[in-house]
């Protein structure tokens, strides 16, 4: 388990979008050298790529602009600036795909393996999203952080 402070739930959102907050956490921790070593091989990729692909900007220029400083919201802003507006609609399908990564779909091997890996077997996990929290030390299943509106 690596219980890590500083780095929020990938299901907190910021002007709408899950996982934003979390990967501007990961930039930021990063360039203080205080993300935990387990992280830095994922670092702009996977899911952080992914969200830096929604919003239709190139990851480096995500981490410039952050640590240029400035509020989520203001870097947010920049990035709907840049990559352009995204509908309500496709919004909803981010958050949509991003909360059920792993379930049913072809991640699910992976999801499974980084569950056994990660000893938490013994817990409800479904998701990408639910493994981090787990991971983490949050609990999603009593909290239930997908039912809270944007």
């Not at 500083?6 to 990063?30: A, C, E, Q, T, W």
Request: include cysteine.
């Amino acid at each position: 388990m690596s219980i890590n402070s500083g780095l929020r739930s990938p299901y907190d959102r910021i002007g709408g979008l899950v996982y934003f907050g979390r990967m501007l956490d990961k930039i930021r921790l990063h360039a203080a050298g205080r993300l935990p070593a387990d992280y830095h091989k994922n670092v702009g990729k996977g899911f952080d790529m992914r969200c830096a692909e929604h919003l239709g900007v190139a990851y480096d220029e995500i981490v410039k602009c952050t640590l240029e400083g400035g509020t989520d919201e203001e870097i947010l802003a920049w990035c709907r600036a840049k990559g352009g507006e995204r509908t309500e609609i496709q919004v909803e399908m981010w958050n949509s795909f991003m909360m059920k990564r792993g379930w049913r779909d072809s991640a699910s091997d992976i999801l499974k393996r980084r569950i056994a890996e990660d000893g938490l077997t013994d817990k409800p996990i479904e998701t990408f999203f639910d493994l981090i929290e787990y991971d983490e030390g949050r609990d999603p299943v009593a909290t239930q952080p997908w039912r809270i509106s944007p």
